[in-house]
């Protein structure tokens, strides 16, 4: 008889431990793709402050399904670490 309410505890406790490491993790970081990012208003204001003229890039259609760690090494310099460190610290507070 006590084997069901400790184990509906324990499922309890286990919950609530995975409910706070989702809270944890960041909804958007440097491996999400553009153009999810680009699809939350909060995520491309973060763009447009670091990174702007991304969104409005005339290849946006081309590299809008890569992340921002993958296009780096194509922008031409354009994409440092200094801007993807801004942007992955503004993306951690959204």
Do not use: W
Not at 39 to 63: C, I, K, S, W
Not at 65 to 90: C, H, N, Q
């Amino acid at each position: 008889m006590l084997a069901a309410p400790v184990q509906a505890q324990a499922s309890a406790g286990t919950s609530q431990a995975q409910g706070r490491d989702q809270a944890r993790t960041p909804a958007f970081t440097l491996d999400t793709p553009i153009e999810r990012l680009v699809a939350d208003p909060r995520a491309r204001a973060v763009l447009n402050r670091e990174l702007p003229g991304l969104t409005t890039h005339d290849r946006y259609d081309q590299f809008k399904g890569m992340s921002l760690k993958a296009l780096k090494p194509f922008s031409g310099g354009l994409i440092t670490d200094a801007r993807l460190e801004a942007v992955r610290r503004g993306l951690a507070e959204l």
